[in-house]
């Protein structure tokens, strides 16, 4: 069975980078594409990119001028960085399997890591 | 990107029929999936494809995709079917979801 779960610092200050690490259990990370999705509080949900261990990566537009994905298969982990982050980077952040297949789908999720940026 | 319009909330007395919608312009061209976020948890694909069940889903949910309507059923509702439910496609290189449905099952 295949888990994700996220991890990380809860807290960060406005103009740091938020760093978050999803570890991978039950499969190797080599055999899919893995994507991070945010959701404020009370919000709604944002796509942020997605990763592959070969060093393929996307961004949404916005976020791409602040916003680092990669793969560690060592570890079976990804990692996500987003810096200079403002209060409204507050959110809880999933870590997913992402189906980059053409149909484009998120299949598995982490549990959510809530990160709130605040001085 | 084109946005997704959900509506806000949808009721459905126990045991009847929930239908949530999905629009956009020609949204038929597209694959649509669903997501289920119950309070506190993360999300679940429940759809994909426009109408295929992941293994564990109940086949109490289906879907479809037709004109600029894409449409999520939940058949005979059941208390534990009481969630958000967003859509999400892929546009323009990249994905969109919808901003939610609340279902509340009475």
């Known amino acids: 069975q295949v888990q994700l779960q996220e991890s990380g610092p809860g807290l960060v200050k406005p103009s740091e980078t938020l760093s978050l690490t999803c570890t991978v259990s039950g499969d190797s990370i080599s055999n899919y594409f893995w994507s991070w999705i945010r959701q404020p509080p009370g919000g709604v949900l944002e796509w942020i990119g997605y990763?592959?261990?070969?060093?393929?990566?996307d961004y949404k537009s916005s976020l791409k001028s602040r916003v680092l994905m990669s793969v560690d298969t060592s570890k079976n982990q990804l990692s996500l960085k987003v810096n200079s982050v403002t209060e409204a980077d507050t959110a809880v952040y999933y870590c997913?399997?992402?189906?980059?297949?053409?149909?484009?789908?998120?299949?598995?999720w982490g549990q959510g890591a809530l990160v709130t940026v605040s001085s | 990107s084109y946005e997704l319009t959900q509506p806000l909330s949808v009721s459905v007395a126990l045991g009847q029929t929930a239908k949530i919608t999905c629009g956009r312009s020609?949204?038929?061209?597209?694959?649509v999936h669903w997501y289920q976020q119950k309070p506190g948890q993360a999300p679940v694909l429940v759809i994909y494809r426009d109408t295929f069940r992941p293994s564990g889903i109940p086949e109490r949910f289906s879907g479809s995709n037709s004109g600029n309507t894409a449409t999520l059923t939940i058949s005979r509702a059941q208390a534990g079917d009481e969630a958000d439910y967003y859509c999400?496609?892929?546009?323009?290189?990249?994905?969109?979801f919808g901003a939610g449905t609340k279902v509340t099952v009475l």
């Open positions: 997913a399997r992402f189906e980059y297949n053409g149909y484009n789908y998120f299949d598995l």
């Open positions: 020609n949204i038929e061209n597209i694959n």
């Open positions: 990763v592959h261990y070969r060093g393929i990566t």
């Open positions: 999400q496609v892929w546009d323009s290189n990249t994905e969109v």
